[in-house]
């Protein structure tokens, strides 16, 4: 395949984001940052058979990409797994050898690695409900 070729495929690859996940209770939980690292993350995989699970990213990248802090870029990667919309399948870091980011999977997709269906972990996820009563009487004692 020729470069020319290549870059039109390219210019082809799309996101896409459907309604149902769009109108889940964990999508509308998550921050503006959040969401754009989703769409971020989803433009890095290549499609089925190819890359999900073994998407690159570290904090500090997805911070350049979205122009945000490295803090906000680590909330964002943290409300992605915590809703179910991303899982870590290998754990980056400055620790080994070879320095490397961390590798993602979407949920909504096949992981490629380990042949897992798409858990969609996020369809499950539901809000945290909190006590008042319980809490008010907590804070008497």
Known sequence: MSKKNKHRIAELQH?????VMLR????KSLSAPAQALYVHISMRYRGHGSNNGRIPLSVRQAALALHVGI???WLAFRQLQDRGFIEETDKGGFSRKARHCTLWRLTEFPCDVTDQLASKKY???KPEVIDL???????KM
């Open 123 to 125: 369809q499950h996820w």
């Open 133 to 139: 009563e319980a809490e008010r009487k907590s804070r």
């Open 15 to 19: 996101v896409r984001l459907y309604h």
């Open 24 to 27: 889940s209770p964990a999508w």
């Open 71 to 73: 803090k906000a870029a």
